[in-house]
Structures are given as C-alpha cells and as structure tokens.
C-alpha cells in the first residue's frame, strides 16, 4: 500500500499497510492493521512517528512521493513501540534529522532500543510548544498510554491531534478516514483495541480527558497511529473512551469455559438459560473457539463475567489459566464472578477460578458449582438457579 | 522497611534500594519520599502507590 494521502493541506499520511499481521503480541488482528506517519510541510518540514521495520521502504517510498526525505529536518516520535519505531534507525539514516522530539521516557526508551547516543535527541515537556513556520506543535504526555514514552501532538493551526496509539484501531484498509468505512465496523475494531490496550489504564484514560477539556483546544481531526483517522465527528472517539474508561456495565453476563466431554459445557447452557429467562443479554464463549482478546472485548461491558473449566490433571484446562493471565492483566473492574465446572474424581478447578476472580475483586456468588462426571437433572437445575440469581443481582445494580 | 507498588504501571519502590536518579537515597522509607515524588517509571505520583 503505498498511496500518500494528504489529510490537510500540507500534512500527508506517510504510513504503512499491514494487510496481513494476525497476532499481535497475543491480540488477534484479524483485519491486519497500519503504521501511521504524518508529514508536515512548513520552514521546519516535519515527520510523525514511523513504521514497523519491515515496512520501512513503503515508507521511504510515500515520502519520496511528497519530498526527498533529506529534507526532512524534525522528527517526532510519540511512542517507541517497534510497529512504529522499528524503522527508525533506517529513517534516521536517511534523513538525517536536525532535531528528534521525544519524552524524556521517550529519549530513555529509544537509547534503550537501538542505543544509538549520536541521536540529536531534544526533549519535550508536556505543554511545551515549538514553532516549525506556519504551524506550532503542542507536547501532550500520555504517560502510560499506552506506554512511560507515550505522547501526542497537537499542532493548533490545523486544530489536529496526532495522537500516537491513543484512539487507534487495528484495521488495514486502503481507506483513511473514518467517514468512508462502515462506522459500526470502525466502532468494533476502536473497542477491541481499548480492551486490549488501554483497560488498564482507564483511571489515567478518564485523567487526560479531563485534561484535555480543561485546555479547551479545538480538534477537528484525529490522527492515530493505526487505523482510520477520524475526521467526521472526530470527538465521538473521546466520548466513546469517556464511556469505555469509566467500565460501566450493560445487563449483560459473559459466560467463559472449556469442555473436555461437553459436561462443563451443558453446565454453561443451563447458567445461561437461568440468565436469560430473566431477561439478561448473555454471550457464551468457548475458548477452543473464542480468542482471548474478542473474550476481553465482550468483557468490558459485561457485569458478570462466569468462568467454567472441568479439571485436568488437578487443575484447570490450560486455555482458562492462558484466559485468566491475560484477564489479570487488563484490570476489569466492577464485575460479578462466579465459577463452575465437571470434574471426574478431584475437582480442584472450580476453586482455583473462584480464586482468580477474588484477586481480580469480581463479587462472587458462592463458591462455585462443582458436578461430578456427566451432570444429571439436578445438577442442571443448580446450575440454572445460579444463572437467575446472577441475574436478579445485575438488575439490582444495573439500571435499564 | 516495607514495599510499595505502584498501581499504574507495577514498578516496586524498595526502601532498601531507594530511587539514587532522583535523589532518594537507600534506607529511605516509603513515608519519608518528599510529597512531590513521583514513580520514577511512568510519574504516577505517591497517592498511587499500595503496599506490596
């Protein structure tokens, strides 16, 4: 893919298209995704970020198409992650930069990486403003979002935010704007991302939002660095991070388990007709089938998450101990628990999921449903009277 | 002396190891960070720290 495109009169889109990544670090990227870079022309002409190393000659070539990169006199890196560091070296070589704006956890991560000390590296506070012509740039820093290094730029003349992996989405499209994809599409792929990426930061997500209201700036584009730029109704991507970051929940229970013979999965059925007989929105989601980071999607608005796994060897199926590390990971808060699961003559898996959900602080409701073998009427029914107590307890703490 | 953590990014203030780049000596306990000490790897400030 190798199309600049011009977002607003002097700034390109300089990036890359990734059409076939599919795991990134444990997230499934089932649409690919790209690498954002952002060129500005002014007196001091400008580059955003650049692309994972593979893709540095796409790059090269977009900037070529715009101007001849040993031109170039600023760089910027937002955030040193390698899907938009990796080809820095290589960038740096070739346009051999009069100045690199970082963070200083910025200028500590990219000695880090490729240690490379002759680098003509100039730190940025956040608020600090430098001027390049015709336009100013603005330092935000995002500390921890994603990453210490993370910061945006806001450049007030063209009221645009480049917001480095903030409000991203992992989607490759030779589209650029959000205006020209299918918006629920769009939405879906920006959810999966927060709930991959930046769950654990909600507190610090919900912090810079308020921040950056207080700066009363005017956006009306924003620039990530994956994915689709927003340029129609840019906020709407804040206020669906406002919405995410705060995890309120719908009436919704997420059902999780493994099976080794379906018994762990007809106790799974029978919880969630309990649920839904009572009017409860359930996913049920067997993770033979179901990759972790769609489950953590489905989780974020879900108030109680369910966990079921038959024991193995006196523990549970490793799928739900892969599940559970990454659930621990990403930090949900305000969730219900509980746990179920078949077991054949020791049983310890049903504990030790009730276990996790207590150290993740999820209310949990008894100490979990245990059946022997095959369960037969009776367990079932356990199994449904603990999906309608689940139940009764969202309605009582989730309005309609 | 006890361990504190931060809840933001999981960096462990350990008394016994003090934070010497920013100027905390060893041996300086958790309470005796100055107030506007801030965690030396994503600059959460002191009020997001728990014990380990």
Known sequence: MRTVVEIKKGVHWVGAVD?????????????????????????????????????????????????????????????VEPDHSGSIPEIIEAIKPEKVFCSSRGKKALLDHYHRDDWPYEIVESGQEISIGKRTITFLETRMLHWPDSMFSYIKEESLLISSDAFGQHWATSERFNDQVDSSELMAHAVKYYANILLPYSGLVQKLIAEVKKMNIKI???????????????????????????????????????????????????????????GISV????????????????????????????????????????????????RPINKFGAAFGSYGWSGEAVKQLAKS????????????????????????????????EIAAAIKDSVPV | MEKYVCQVCGYVYD??????????????????????????????????????
């Open chain 1, 357 to 388: 959900l207590e150290e993740m602080k999820m209310k949990l409701f008894g100490a979990g449903i245990n059946l022997q073998f095959v369960p037969n009427h009776e367990g079932l029914k356990k199994c449904v009277d603990l999906g309608r």
């Open chain 1, 19 to 79: 059409w076939h990544v599919r795991d990134f670090h444990g997230y499934s990227v089932d649409k690919g995704s790209t690498y954002n870079s952002y060129l500005v022309m002014d007196d001091k002409v400008t580059l955003f970020d650049a692309v994972k190393k593979p893709f540095k000659s796409d790059m090269l070539h977009n900037i070529y198409k715009v101007i001849d990169p040993g031109k170039i006199d600023y760089l910027v890196v937002n955030h």
């Open chain 1, 283 to 330: 996913k049920l989601m067997n993770l033979a089938c179901d990759h972790r980071s769609d489950v953590i999607t489905e989780m974020i608005d879900s108030k109680a998450v369910i966990l079921g796994s038959p024991t193995l060897n006196n523990g549970m199926l490793p799928r739900m101990a892969d599940m559970l590390c990454y659930m621990k990971g990403l």
């Open chain 2, 15 to 52: 008394p016994a190891v003090g934070d010497p780049d920013n100027g905390v000596n060893p041996g300086t306990s958790f309470a005796d960070l100055p107030a506007d000490w801030v965690c030396p790897v994503c600059g959460a400030d002191k009020d997001s720290f728990s014990p380990e």
């Open chain 1, 220 to 278: 009306d584009m924003i620039a990530p660095d994956h994915g689709l730029i927003w340029r129609e109704d840019p906020l709407q991507i804040v206020e669906a991070y406002d919405k995410w970051s705060k995890q309120g929940c719908k009436r919704k229970a997420l059902i999780i388990y493994d099976t080794m013979w379906h018994s762990t999965e007809m106790m799974a059925k029978a919880i969630a007709d309990g649920l839904i007989e009572s």
